[in-house]
Protein backbone atom coordinates (compact mmCIF):
# COMPACT_ATOMS: atom_id res chain seq x y z
CA UNK A 1 0.00 0.00 0.00
CA UNK A 2 1.81 3.44 -1.08
CA UNK A 3 1.59 6.38 1.55
CA UNK A 4 -1.49 7.86 -1.12
CA UNK A 5 -3.67 4.73 -0.15
CA UNK A 6 -3.04 4.91 3.29
CA UNK A 7 -4.06 8.65 3.49
CA UNK A 8 -7.81 7.13 2.51
CA UNK A 9 -8.00 4.06 4.41
CA UNK A 10 -10.58 4.55 7.20
CA UNK A 11 -11.46 8.61 6.23
CA UNK A 12 -14.73 9.54 5.26
CA UNK A 13 -15.46 10.83 1.59
CA UNK A 14 -15.67 14.54 1.41
CA UNK A 15 -13.32 14.79 4.52
CA UNK A 16 -9.47 15.83 3.51
CA UNK A 17 -6.63 14.02 5.24
CA UNK A 18 -5.44 17.30 6.83
CA UNK A 19 -8.99 17.65 8.98
CA UNK A 20 -8.81 17.52 12.65
CA UNK A 21 -11.12 14.08 12.22
CA UNK A 22 -11.38 12.72 9.03
CA UNK A 23 -12.69 9.73 10.64
CA UNK A 24 -16.16 8.79 10.99
CA UNK A 25 -18.40 10.01 13.57
CA UNK A 26 -20.08 7.91 16.19
CA UNK A 27 -23.78 7.54 15.42
CA UNK A 28 -23.78 7.51 11.74
CA UNK A 29 -24.15 5.26 9.69
CA UNK A 30 -21.75 4.42 6.49
CA UNK A 31 -20.83 1.88 3.51
CA UNK A 32 -17.42 0.91 3.15
CA UNK A 33 -16.11 1.79 -0.66
CA UNK A 34 -14.78 -1.35 -2.55
CA UNK A 35 -12.30 -1.22 -4.98
CA UNK A 36 -11.51 1.62 -7.23
CA UNK A 37 -9.75 5.18 -6.62
CA UNK A 38 -11.77 5.30 -3.56
CA UNK A 39 -10.66 1.84 -2.30
CA UNK A 40 -11.07 1.97 2.07
CA UNK A 41 -13.08 5.10 2.27
CA UNK A 42 -15.98 5.34 3.92
CA UNK A 43 -19.39 7.17 2.88
CA UNK A 44 -22.12 8.49 4.96
CA UNK A 45 -25.05 6.79 4.18
CA UNK A 46 -27.13 8.35 7.28
CA UNK A 47 -30.35 8.99 6.49
CA UNK A 48 -30.56 7.15 3.49
CA UNK A 49 -33.90 5.65 2.11
CA UNK A 50 -33.23 1.72 1.07
CA UNK A 51 -33.63 2.83 -2.09
CA UNK A 52 -31.33 5.23 -1.84
CA UNK A 53 -28.74 2.58 -0.84
CA UNK A 54 -29.79 0.24 -3.81
CA UNK A 55 -29.52 3.04 -6.13
CA UNK A 56 -25.59 3.69 -5.16
CA UNK A 57 -23.02 6.45 -5.30
CA UNK A 58 -21.54 8.75 -8.61
CA UNK A 59 -18.93 10.16 -6.69
CA UNK A 60 -16.97 13.11 -7.32
CA UNK A 61 -12.75 12.24 -7.48
CA UNK A 62 -9.83 13.16 -9.22
CA UNK A 63 -8.34 9.60 -8.56
CA UNK A 64 -10.94 8.04 -11.68
CA UNK A 65 -9.87 7.23 -15.19
CA UNK A 66 -11.15 11.11 -15.70
CA UNK A 67 -10.18 13.68 -13.29
CA UNK A 68 -13.26 15.49 -12.16
CA UNK A 69 -15.37 12.81 -13.11
CA UNK A 70 -17.31 10.65 -11.09
CA UNK A 71 -16.80 6.71 -9.64
CA UNK A 72 -19.63 4.59 -9.47
CA UNK A 73 -19.93 2.51 -6.67
CA UNK A 74 -22.89 0.25 -5.90
CA UNK A 75 -24.38 -2.60 -3.59
CA UNK A 76 -24.23 -6.25 -4.44
CA UNK A 77 -27.39 -7.73 -4.66
CA UNK A 78 -28.37 -10.19 -1.76
CA UNK A 79 -25.14 -8.83 0.40
CA UNK A 80 -26.06 -8.02 4.17
CA UNK A 81 -26.91 -4.56 5.46
CA UNK A 82 -26.97 -3.97 8.52
CA UNK A 83 -29.35 -1.50 10.32
CA UNK A 84 -28.40 1.54 12.66
CA UNK A 85 -24.87 3.20 13.48
CA UNK A 86 -21.48 2.09 12.06
CA UNK A 87 -20.83 -0.09 9.14
CA UNK A 88 -24.11 -1.28 7.19
CA UNK A 89 -22.85 -1.92 4.22
CA UNK A 90 -20.70 -2.56 1.17
CA UNK A 91 -20.39 -0.42 -2.14
CA UNK A 92 -18.37 -1.54 -4.80
CA UNK A 93 -16.37 -0.18 -7.78
CA UNK A 94 -18.35 -0.44 -10.61
CA UNK A 95 -17.27 2.31 -13.68
CA UNK A 96 -16.08 5.62 -13.71
CA UNK A 97 -17.60 8.20 -15.99
CA UNK A 98 -16.47 11.57 -17.04
Known amino acids: MN ?3 QLLR ?3 YGHDHDDPDPGPTPGQSYAVLIGG ?4 LLLD ?11 GAA ?17 RPGEPRTPGPGIVCRFHHSGDTP
Open 3 to 5: GDE
Open 10 to 12: GRV
Open 37 to 40: PLDG
Open 45 to 55: VTGWRPEEVED
Open 59 to 75: LATELGQWPGGRSLYDP
